[in-house]
T-cell receptor, first 113, second 114 residues
Framework: EDQVTQSPEALRLQEGESSSLNCSYT??????LFWYRQDPGKGPEFLFT???AGEEKEKERLKATLTKKESFLHITAPKPEDSATYLC??????????????FGKGTKLSVIP | NAGVTQTPKFRVLKTGQSMTLLCAQD?????MYWYRQDPGMGLRLIHY???????AKGEVPDGYNVSRLKKQNFLLGLESAAPSQTSVYFC?????????????FGPGTRLTVL
């Protein structure tokens, strides 16, 4: 069974204090790893897709990286507006056109001014 | 472009009542999905569709039915609501599953079943 685990569950940072969120996965046939941001009362907002180990993507203060077992979302000099829940999802396939997308439970990030 | 829209935003039902949630997308996506999100459980796939006229079961399909009569619309039905179906429901769509497969989500429907 595919598993996606995010850590920590919650993270409080001071404004400007850089840190990383982790998403570890156990899947067969990785076809993509996705990062989403979710604000309270809203739907998840797409951030990045990573397809292979060693790949990196950046957007403003966020940088996502991927290894064979985990992905990191690095947040550099965060601002209060970066406060949100960050979701990781893994797309896997065992062949024959069968795909499965598994979401982690998310990391709730709070950035304190 | 409105992206993915959901109707209604909130709903309260009594046990045994029925209702239909409507999802619409204007991105010409082939794939559409219905999820539920519960505290501590993460997002779980209820049903999905790989194109107009097709539907398939996801992880938690029991108690729900879906229809995709038009490419841009995906309906989720509850025939006899139960308190266990109290949740936030999200619709999503994607261009494909193999490439350009990022999913775009609607704003959600908060459903309470009494």
């Amino acid at each position: 069974e595919d598993q996606v685990t995010q850590s920590p569950e919650a993270l409080r940072l001071q404004e400007g204090e850089s840190s990383s969120l982790n998403c570890s996965y156990t899947v067969s046939g990785l076809r993509g790893l996705f990062w989403y941001r979710q604000d309270p009362g809203k739907g998840p907002e797409f951030l990045f897709t990573l397809y292979s180990a060693g790949e990196e993507k950046e957007k403003e203060r966020l940088k996502a990286t991927l290894t064979k077992k985990e992905s990191f979302l690095h947040i550099t000099a965060p601002k209060p507006e970066d406060s949100a829940t960050y979701l990781c999802a893994v797309l896997s396939s065992e062949g024959a056109g069968s795909y499965q997308l598994t979401f982690g439970k998310g990391t709730k990030l709070s950035v304190i001014p | 472009n409105a992206g993915v829209t959901q109707t209604p935003k909130f709903r309260v039902l009594k046990t045994g009542q029925s209702m239909t949630l409507l999802c619409a997308q204007d991105m010409n996506h082939e794939y559409m999905y219905w999820y539920r999100q519960d505290p501590g459980m993460g997002l779980r796939l209820i049903h999905y569709s790989v194109g107009e006229g097709t539907t398939a079961k996801g992880e938690v399909p029991d108690g729900y039915n879906v229809s995709r009569l038009k490419k841009q619309n995906f309906l989720l039905g509850l025939e006899s609501a139960a308190p266990s179906q109290t949740s936030v429901y999200f619709c999503a769509s994607s261009y494909s599953i193999r490439e350009k497969n990022e999913q775009f989500f609607g704003p959600g429907t908060r459903l309470t079943v009494l």
